[in-house]
């Protein structure tokens, strides 16, 4: 996926400073306020009154530039709408009060995606969910490029899920090719990236991500459940042949190499048919003893 946006946001440093020195300020300012108001009502002077009036809108004007963040909280300062920088520092701070304050959190957040159908690259219909951890790392972007980030974040994982979902083939009873059952370390490396440069717009990035629920659709699950023990019951049985030919080779070669036994060829087809019966076999198989002469 390739994103070009000329007007991109950019994250600044700055735009606010320490709260604890403005807080002491508004102290100082509200004890200076009481006492030349008081003053100037006990001595009749209309002087103290208003300074002690003025001492308090600067009182106010301190304090309502007071804010404050959280550790992994983030507020981005606007003046009349124009992005000014981020204050990232937690604690009490302060602002000029005409300066707008939009209050963002850089924690870490969990998302786990609804069940969506896809079709896998042999177009067998499959349910796959999946689960991300996901944080903003620009705050500017967030918050100016795009309405709504979390949503933003909700619709860009079941695009890229059903984009994953496509790429591979649910499964490969040859083993010859790269699956989403099989290889869910690199597809979910590879969901990730892809994440992480749909996300890159609204400066979001994933730390983690993975499958929850992978499965054949209902319709499917059924004949694909039975093309699987199929492929297990070949598989079993190629084993099985494999390890009772070679056991039969190891028998006859044995019986030949000590001259226990003089066969002929006839004699020799038979007994290797009578162990593969026997090693094969999916029964127990009942011995018939020869009292008679070998022929």
Not at 62 to 76: I, K, M
Not at 199 to 222: K, N, Q, R
Not at 274 to 282: A, P, S, T
Request: net charge negative; aromatic share 8%.
């Amino acid at each position: 996926m390739n994103t070009t946006n000329t007007t991109a946001s950019r994250e600044l440093p700055g735009g606010g400073g320490n709260g604890l020195v403005m807080l002491l300020v508004a102290l100082l300012l509200f004890a200076a306020t009481l006492w030349s108001f008081f003053t100037g009502m006990a001595g009749g002077s209309l002087g103290g009154i208003l300074l002690g009036l003025g001492l308090g809108f600067a009182f106010l004007f301190v304090l309502v530039g007071l804010y404050s963040l959280q550790p992994n909280e983030a507020a981005a300062i606007t003046l009349f709408g124009d992005y000014r920088g981020t204050d990232r520092t937690p604690g009490l701070r302060w602002t000029w009060p005409w300066m707008g304050k939009k209050k963002i959190s850089l924690r870490a957040n969990n998302l786990i995606s609804q069940q969506i159908k896809v079709n896998d690259l042999r177009g067998n219909p499959i349910e796959i969910a999946a689960q991300l951890v996901w944080r903003v790392t620009d705050t500017a972007q967030a918050l100016f490029d795009v309405d709504d980030y979390r949503g933003f974040v909700t619709a860009q994982v079941e695009v890229a899920v059903r984009t994953i979902g496509a790429r591979y083939p649910y499964d490969d009873f040859e083993h010859k090719e790269m699956t989403l059952r099989g290889d869910h370390d690199h597809v979910s490396r590879e969901l990730r990236a892809e994440l992480i440069e749909r996300l890159s717009v609204a400066g979001i990035t994933v730390d983690e991500c993975g499958f929850t629920h992978l499965a054949y659709a209902p319709e499917i699950a059924g004949a694909m459940l039975r093309r699987q023990q199929a492929a297990a019951v070949v598989a079993a049985r190629e084993t099985l042949v494999a390890g009772a030919v070679g056991m039969v080779e190891m028998a006859l070669a044995q019986l030949s190499e000590k001259q226990v036994v003089e066969l002929d060829d006839e004699r020799r087809a038979t007994m290797v048919s009578n162990l593969m019966v026997v090693l094969c076999g999916e029964r127990e198989t009942q011995p018939v003893v020869n009292a008679g002469s070998l022929y």
